[in-house]
């Protein structure tokens, strides 16, 4: 894992189409804002998560076998 120190307004390149830059900073909590093209999702862990388990669930996966 990468780690990186980034102020208000700067940002973090990935590739080279998908910049991320700090939006605020406020207390414990940062905003970010994302660009990337339409055909890279982006989502946040949590729901992430729950798009991989209602796919699994749809192909009768359980989450033990993964």
């Known amino acids: 894992m990468l780690v990186l120190s980034r102020k208000k307004d ?5 590739g ?3 910049s991320i830059m700090v939006i605020e900073i406020r207390g ?3 905003r970010l ?3 990337a093209p339409r055909e ?3 989502h946040r862990r949590e ?3 729950a ?6 669930r749809e192909n009768g996966v ?3 076998t993964q």
């Open 28 to 30: 414990d909590k940062v």
């Open 40 to 42: 890279v999702s982006v």
């Open 10 to 14: 700067e940002k973090i390149i990935i």
């Open 16 to 18: 080279d189409s998908i």
């Open 47 to 49: 729901v992430y998560d």
């Open 33 to 35: 804002g994302i660009d």
């Open 51 to 56: 798009i991989q388990s209602e796919k699994n």
């Open 62 to 64: 359980s989450a033990d």
